[in-house]
């Protein structure tokens, strides 16, 4: 099968022929038709972060797909061949033909989403409803702050913290202010303009944070007492979660065919809706990674926030397409 592959760390992607993987008996084999950029695949492609996110070189990145069953071991009854599946796992293996995954992370495609649209969704859509209900435990009537509410995961979040009834505020650049009130939320502060702490007039239930750095170190001043702080990007800090007497901890996406199969009903029925920015063609993956580069907002558990290098000029996800419906 064609794949792209990180020969050694730090060096060019390499689009060529690779074995097609075979599975084992609680397998199944997904004949890929779309898989998307994610942060973490570069983290892991550049080494930097190597003692933490440990990869087997050569390694194909790609933790997200969408594509349709070609093969199922003997073991496998939930899916059969021909059935049109999404999903995220946490080894990689996605910019490729073909994956072998386990049933326990993947659902049925939502069917009134493209192939490219439902590749886009995994990672983000999972990594906002653990976020939100696992870690940060939002309910009804609670108050939120999205730090980075216009990017991949933060859309997700802004619409499922909406939906589940929470009043939502989002910090973001000011251009996104008309797309962020557009999904759910109530207040849109500009980062680049304005101090959260200085513009919010209460103090809220729960600070989900994906940025990092600075921002989040200035989230504890406008959490309540006995709030949560979830962080997608570094470590929280202990000492500060005692000074306030609040929650914290940094989250890692567990990918869960429930969570999943949640978030594939509410795309199915339109109440929450996927964001793909572009699309490209699978050999252009360096391409599509050149232009993520630019844009992030931090290393898991390595590196706060920095000055941006150039902004993609639009939110959504990037998708790179494998295979043509
Ligand atoms: N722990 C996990 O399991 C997990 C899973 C998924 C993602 N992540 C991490 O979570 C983070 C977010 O991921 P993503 O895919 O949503 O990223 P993304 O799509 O690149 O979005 C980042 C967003 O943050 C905005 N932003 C940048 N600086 C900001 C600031 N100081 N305040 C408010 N907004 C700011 C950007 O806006 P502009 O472009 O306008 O500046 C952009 O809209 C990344 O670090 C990613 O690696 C972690």
Same mark, same amino acid.
């Given at each position: 099968?064609?794949?792209?592959?990180?020969l050694e760390y730090?060096?060019q992607?390499?689009?060529?022929?690779?074995?097609?993987p075979?599975?084992?008996r609680?397998? !199944?084999?997904v004949k !890929?038709?779309?898989t998307?950029v994610n942060h973490?695949d570069?983290v892991?492609?550049?080494?930097?972060?190597?003692?933490?996110?440990p !990869?087997?070189l050569?390694w194909?990145p790609?933790h997200e797909?969408?594509?349709?069953v070609e093969?199922?071991g003997?073991?496998?009854?939930?899916?059969?061949p021909?059935?049109?599946?999404?999903?995220?796992?946490e080894?990689?293996?996605a910019?490729?033909e073909?994956?072998?995954v386990k @049933?326990?992370i993947?659902a049925?495609?939502?069917s009134?989403?493209?192939f $490219?649209?439902?590749? #886009? *969704?995994p990672?983000?859509a999972?990594?906002?409803w653990?976020?939100l209900f696992?870690h940060?435990?939002? $309910?009804k009537g609670?108050?939120?702050l999205?730090?980075?509410?216009a990017?991949?995961?933060?859309g997700? *979040?802004?619409?499922?913290?909406?939906?589940?009834g929470a009043?939502v505020?989002?910090?973001a #650049?000011?251009?996104?202010?008309?797309?962020?009130?557009s !999904?759910g939320a109530?207040?849109?502060?500009d980062?680049?303009?304005a101090?959260?702490?200085?513009?919010l007039?209460?103090?809220v239930d729960v600070?989900?944070d994906?940025?990092?750095?600075?921002?989040q170190?200035r989230?504890?001043l406008?959490?309540k $007492?006995?709030?949560?702080l979830? #962080?997608s990007?570094q @470590?929280?800090?202990?000492e500060?979660t005692?000074?306030h007497?609040?929650?914290? $901890?940094?989250?890692r996406?567990a990918p869960s065919?429930?969570?999943?199969?949640?978030?594939a009903r509410l795309?199915e029925e339109g109440?929450?809706r996927?964001?793909v920015?572009?699309?490209?063609?699978?050999?252009?993956a *360096?391409?599509a990674?050149?232009?993520i580069?630019?844009n992030?907002?931090?290393?898991?558990?390595?590196?706060?926030?920095?000055?941006?290098a150039?902004?993609r000029?639009?939110?959504g996800?990037?998708v790179?397409?494998?295979?043509?419906?």
């Open positions: 099968m064609k794949a792209v592959r990180v730090g060096r992607l390499v689009f060529n022929d690779v074995p097609t075979t599975i084992a609680d397998e !199944i084999l !890929i038709k779309s998307a973490l570069l892991k492609a550049s080494g930097t972060a190597r003692q933490i996110l !990869i087997d050569p194909i790609g797909f969408s594509g349709v093969q199922i003997s073991d496998v009854a939930a899916y059969a021909g059935d049109a599946v999404f999903g995220a796992n080894i990689g293996g910019y490729a073909y994956l072998t @049933p326990a993947i049925r495609k939502p009134n989403l493209s $490219e649209e439902a590749a #886009s *969704a990672v983000a999972q990594t906002a653990q976020g696992t940060g435990h939002l $309910e609670q108050t939120i999205i730090h980075g509410g990017g991949a995961v933060g997700y *979040a802004v619409q499922l913290a909406s939906h589940a009043t505020t989002a910090t #650049s000011g251009a996104d202010e008309a797309y962020l009130k !999904i109530s207040q849109v502060i980062y680049r303009e101090q959260f702490e200085k513009v007039r209460k103090k600070v989900f994906l940025i990092g750095g600075e921002t170190k989230s504890f406008v959490l $007492e006995g709030g949560h979830v #962080s990007t @470590p929280v800090s202990k500060e005692a000074t007497r609040v929650s914290g $901890e940094m989250m996406l065919a429930e969570v999943l199969g949640r978030i795309l109440t929450i996927p964001d920015a572009t699309v490209y063609a699978l050999p252009d *360096a391409q990674w050149k232009d580069a630019g992030l907002p931090g290393v898991h558990g390595m590196s706060p926030s920095g000055p941006r150039a902004r000029g639009s939110h996800k990037i790179l397409r494998v295979q043509s419906a």
